[in-house]
T-cell receptor, first 116, second 115 residues
Framework: NAGVMQNPRHLVRRRGQEARLRCSPMKGHSHVYWYRQLPEEGLKFMVYLQKENIIDESGMPKERFSAEFPKEGPSILRIQQVVRGDSAAYFC??????????????FGPGTRLTVL | AQSVTQPDIHITVSEGASLELRCNYSYGATPYLFWYVQSPGQGLQLLLKYFSGDTLVQGIKGFEAEFKRSQSSFNLRKPSVHWSDAAEYFCAVGARIQGAQKLVFGQGTRLTINP
């Protein structure tokens, strides 16, 4: 059973470009979470999704950031018109359904975004 | 609001010495607590978790943690560290949301091992 997969592992964008980060959860997992880790800081929750639904996006910046988890395919975190402050490591985690909150979140290796 | 504090940003210990990493949390209900380890350039690996029951929790790689409600603490311990334990350690509390939970992380403690 493959773990959580994220691609690309490293992404370089110039200011104003778009960044698309992909996350494939573990097999059988229907809950996906995105976290951001700024340099020298801990991870900060961004968004929690189930298939075709955004459940909690309280940690997402109000502008330029969006996330989706379609019925088929990976979850996508999209950052439009990137700025230097978006440079960070973005981690995806997944957990199985109906665990009542007691399930471990399994983390992917992260995508390290650098904005020039 | 939920929060986690790891008072020590960086700790250095000698190989074979004992280790304790501190973690204090703030959460209104009974907390779900976690310790994760992150090696350079890698994702996070779960060391151990506390949901309920025995307040002394055993994890992988010889780590353990003790939940102390009166002190709002969940300190991580290991009796004898190995050079391979050098990494960043994160304590987290699970804030429940609609059948799942979002993790609130501390700022991390970087562990360096002297040979």
């Amino acid at each position: 059973n493959a773990g959580v997969m994220q691609n690309p592992r490293h992404l370089v964008r110039r200011r104003g470009q778009e960044a698309r980060l992909r996350c494939s959860p573990m097999k059988g997992h229907s809950h996906v979470y995105w976290y951001r880790q700024l340099p020298e800081e801990g991870l900060k929750f961004m968004v929690y999704l189930q298939k075709e639904n955004i459940i909690d996006e309280s940690g997402m910046p109000k502008e330029r950031f969006s996330a989706e988890f379609p019925k088929e395919g990976p979850s996508i975190l999209r950052i439009q018109q990137v700025v230097r402050g978006d440079s960070a490591a973005y981690f995806c985690a997944s957990s199985p359904p109906m665990g009542g909150g007691r399930d471990e979140q399994f983390f992917g290796p992260g995508t390290r975004l650098t904005v020039l | 609001a939920q929060s986690v504090t790891q008072p020590d940003i960086h700790i250095t210990v000698s190989e074979g010495a004992s280790l304790e990493l501190r973690c204090n949390y703030s959460y209104g209900a009974t907390p779900y607590l976690f310790w994760y380890v992150q090696s350079p350039g890698q994702g996070l690996q779960l060391l151990l978790k506390y949901f309920s029951g025995d307040t002394l929790v055993q994890g992988i790689k010889g780590f353990e943690a003790e939940f102390k409600r009166s002190q709002s603490s969940f300190n991580l311990r290991k009796p004898s560290v190995h050079w391979s334990d050098a990494a960043e350690y994160f304590c987290a509390v699970g804030a429940r949301i609609q059948g799942a939970q979002k993790l609130v992380f501390g700022q991390g403690t970087r562990l360096t091992i002297n040979p």
